[in-house]
Nanobody
Framework: QVQLVESGGGLVQTGGSLRLSCAGSGRALSTRAMGWFRQVPGKEREHVAAISWSGGDTYYADSVKGRFTISRDNAKNTVYLQMNSLKPEDTAVYFC???????????????WGQGTQVTVSS
């Protein structure tokens, strides 16, 4: 079983930055692909970024490319999402996820965290 706990969400002004962290525990987490999704009430969950188990390959949604950076530290079982130049439309609950693979640039998520709220004020 894999458990994921996000932290680092909060309120920030437009143009500001936040760094989300996702601490994981459980079976072979360091060998799993990981990623971040986000969801706004009333809308489907949206893929944001993904990273391969080694950290050598990263993928981003077009809406965040050039502003967000995903990284991981397998020694700490932690994945990060550095978010810069934040916009009001980035406001959402952000979920960390882990899974066996990345397909067409999107993580095939098998495990989810509980989510952390990010609010960007205009």
């Amino acid at each position: 079983q894999v458990q994921l706990v996000e932290s680092g969400g909060g309120l920030v002004q437009t143009g500001g930055s936040l760094r989300l962290s996702c601490a994981g525990s459980g079976r072979a987490l360091s060998t799993r692909a990981m990623g971040w999704f986000r969801q706004v009430p009333g809308k489907e969950r949206e893929h944001v970024a993904a990273i391969s188990w080694s950290g050598g390959d990263t993928y981003y949604a077009d809406s965040v490319k050039g502003r967000f950076t995903i990284s991981r530290d397998n020694a700490k079982n932690t994945v990060y999402l550095q978010m810069n130049s934040l916009k009001p439309e980035d406001t959402a609950v952000y979920f960390c996820a882990a899974g066996p693979r990345i397909a067409l640039g999107i993580l095939a998520a098998a495990y989810w965290g509980q989510g952390t709220q990010v609010t960007v004020s205009s």
